[in-house]
């Protein structure tokens, strides 16, 4: 058994201690958490620590805090020459401090407290400074997650952007869908299936073939329907902006 | 059983082919065509017309064309006083020829030819000018959909608008996606668990709830990585726009 101590106990910490929970290869044997009063789940209750000298020897340490907690966290460990690793998308390697050996163990995907989810449906993305290291990340990984993938900083840095895109950016255009349902008196919820089958398109089309509208088509009558029905102003520049880049892209064809 | 004549042969027209096939309460008497060579599956060869005047009565015809063609097609119909809809989103009533009773039949939802998808799930708009018309378009509606709504025409309108967000623009928003992967040498495939699940969350959470991200947490160090990152003009134009609405709209709460 891999021995795990987790450090945090925020969402990201949560899913992966349920994870864990259900995995034979590895044995969560610590959790540290700044507060003694964190709801955490799954996990003896004895196990839980707040007191940095009170941290065991473990293969394996993952720091699972906000982004910018991981420099201050991984220089407060009492020890040296293990193995810790953060969960960040954007936070490169070198925010761990030097007295270990580094690593990175992202899970991309969003997680939602209280809403379960098929761990191993996420994508794991792994760095180490050393190849040895990656073996036992990769052990760990593979134990929860069937998509397992070697990606650098750079590459991490890429996809931390891209994420942005499809999910953050994503759900804001949700919510402007939501707005202009609640202006013009029309139940959100009719928009609903459309929004799976967007998503659910994207699995076995490309987006560039799932592409349609009036944008896609150059269909200026719509276009200009949309524009002068759209009065508030920010929603206004992002129709504009998207259809312009979704034209831009058609021509480049 | 109610009479139905559909005009067109494209994607819409052939998933309201399949969905009445499995009605009961419906039978498709023709589908008009302009040229015979169209492959139309689920109906009889001999039912298939490219004859305007062959046209036989119906309860209801149902005109599933282009949007700019609704009007040419409504008004070459050799018939007056019957009940005519179209299928559009964003054609209001009055495209419709004032010879026959006008109504609408919209379906919210994103075809794709040869992707089979559950027509009960579908929501559809109804709109009719007289209330008699809406009995039987109703009838007809719920025969094949569980999610029908009375929508007028402002109404689909505004509808419209917002499915062009969720659909049309969030698609945009994973093609871009899908090019930084590209141009960073990531596979897209592994924003697609992240893309499904960022949809599946607004079944249950309101857009505004589930928003995430360095926009919504105002993390300034990581939306300047991510814009110095960003050397397309295009993608951090879309990236500076869609962050200030988030961080603008978080103002509002």
Redesign the interface.
């Known amino acids: 058994m891999i021995k795990i101590a987790i450090i945090g106990s925020g969402n990201v910490a949560q899913h992966l201690i349920d994870a864990f929970a259900k995995s034979k290869a590895i044995d969560v044997i610590q959790v540290f958490s700044r507060t003694q009063n964190q709801i955490i789940s799954n996990i003896d209750f004895s196990k839980i620590t707040t007191d940095w000298n009170a941290l065991k020897e473990a293969d394996l340490y993952i720091i699972a805090v906000s982004?910018?907690a991981i420099t201050k966290v991984s220089s407060q460990l009492p020890f040296e020459n293990r193995l810790v690793v953060h969960t960040s998308g954007?936070a490169p390697l070198t925010s761990l401090d030097n007295k270990n050996r580094k690593g990175v163990f992202y899970p991309?995907?969003?997680f939602?407290k209280g809403?379960a989810?098929d761990f191993k449906?996420?994508?794991l993305?792994l760095e180490t400074q050393i190849e040895k290291d990656y073996t036992i990340l990769n052990e760990v990984a593979v134990s929860i997650s069937n998509?397992v993938?070697s990606?650098d900083s750079?590459?991490r840095?890429?996809?931390?952007?891209?994420?942005?895109?499809?999910?953050?950016?994503?759900?804001?255009?949700?919510?402007?869908?939501?707005e202009?349902?609640q202006?013009?008196?029309?139940?959100f919820?009719?928009?609903?299936?459309?929004?799976?089958?967007?998503?659910?398109?994207?699995?076995?089309?490309?987006?560039?073939d799932?592409?349609?509208?009036?944008?896609?088509r150059n269909?200026s009558?719509?276009i200009n329907?949309?524009e002068s029905?759209?009065s508030d102003e920010?929603q206004s520049?992002?129709?504009k902006?998207?259809t312009q880049?979704?034209q831009?892209?058609g021509k480049k064809l």
Chains 1, 2 share one sequence.
């Open positions: 982004d910018d954007s991309l995907q969003t939602t809403k989810i449906t996420i994508p993305c998509n993938y990606i750079n590459q840095k890429a996809l931390h952007v891209a994420a942005v895109f499809v999910n953050n950016f994503t759900n804001h255009l949700y919510q402007i869908g939501n202009i349902c202006e013009n008196n029309v139940p919820n009719i928009l609903k299936p459309l929004i799976l089958e967007t998503a659910e398109k994207i699995m076995t089309l490309s987006p560039k799932a592409q349609t509208g009036p944008a896609k269909d009558t719509t329907a949309h029905f759209l920010n520049k992002i129709y902006i998207l880049s979704i831009n892209h």
